[in-house]
């Protein structure tokens, strides 16, 4: 699994781990990314049960495991947060941050050490190791319970599966022709975000924020003008396509 760091500030990195040409062929790639300060480790986005072992060795390569304290969860995807019976094992005095709303259902990865930190609708702020990370409401986009990470210091907003693309090979980490770049997110966000009023409601709430770096869980990232382009590119965009095929 390839990492690297992409961000740094005077006290903590942002890291990728991802684009693993090990991973079985028919499940889906996904970016995991970490925070790492002086004395902690922040897992975003854990994975699934297929890439424990190629993610907690990627993490390993950045922190002691005792320093690897806090887990994040978006919403309830396998995808997402299936390898968590095994972070109960390899880390069990660690914490999970994930929506209130999923705690019944995420508890069925397994999970006994573990402490669910459920995350109310509205958001908070977790502080790690003096960095403050603010969880943004992103509820229904695509899941009934989910949010978004930012970080004000640098910029950046994890935005889970929003700004996600399929695209095949490996391709380079960050958009390079946002025009070329629409072919591969169309679908995604067509059928998977369900809601045209949610849609518009996140990307109001995300304006407000300053963002130089918009890192999906799925595909490139977005950079400067190109998180801009992306937000109106959404904007005009029509999702729910399932209920208009259902209907015909």
């Not at 919403?75 to 941050?97: C, E």
């Not at 259902?105 to 502080?127: C, K, Q, T």
């Not at 509820?139 to 930012?150: A, E, K, L, R």
Request: hydrophobic share 40%.
């Amino acid at each position: 699994m390839h990492s690297e760091a992409l961000w740094q500030g005077k006290r903590h990195k942002w890291i990728i781990c991802g684009r693993d040409t090990d991973k079985p062929q028919k499940i889906i790639d996904t970016n995991q990314y970490m925070v790492r300060t002086d004395r902690r480790l922040l897992i975003l986005e854990p994975g699934g049960i297929e890439l424990f072992s190629a993610m907690l060795a990627c993490a390993l390569d950045w922190a002691p495991i005792h320093e690897i304290t806090d887990l994040f969860a978006s919403h309830q995807d396998p995808d997402i947060i299936s390898s968590l019976g095994l972070w109960d094992q390899a880390l069990p005095k660690a914490r999970l941050h994930a929506p209130w709303i999923w705690e019944g259902f995420i508890r069925h990865f397994g999970m006994s050490h573990i402490e669910y930190v459920a995350l109310p609708d509205e958001g908070g702020v977790l502080d790690l190791d003096g960095v403050n990370l603010q969880f943004i409401p992103a509820h229904y986009m695509h899941s009934s319970g989910n949010f978004n990470v930012y970080d004000p210091e640098l910029k950046v907003l994890m935005s889970g599966d929003i700004g996600a693309s399929l695209e095949p090979g490996q391709p380079p980490l960050f958009v390079e022709n946002f025009k070329e770049h629409t072919r591969y997110m169309e679908l995604f966000h067509k059928r998977w975000m369900p809601s045209n009023t949610a849609k518009n409601d996140w990307i109001s709430r995300v304006r407000r924020l300053n963002i130089k770096y918009m890192a999906p869980q799925h595909g490139r990232i977005f950079k400067d003008d190109d998180v801009g382009r992306f937000l109106d590119w959404l904007e005009q965009l029509e999702v729910g396509s399932a209920l208009r095929t259902a209907n015909r």
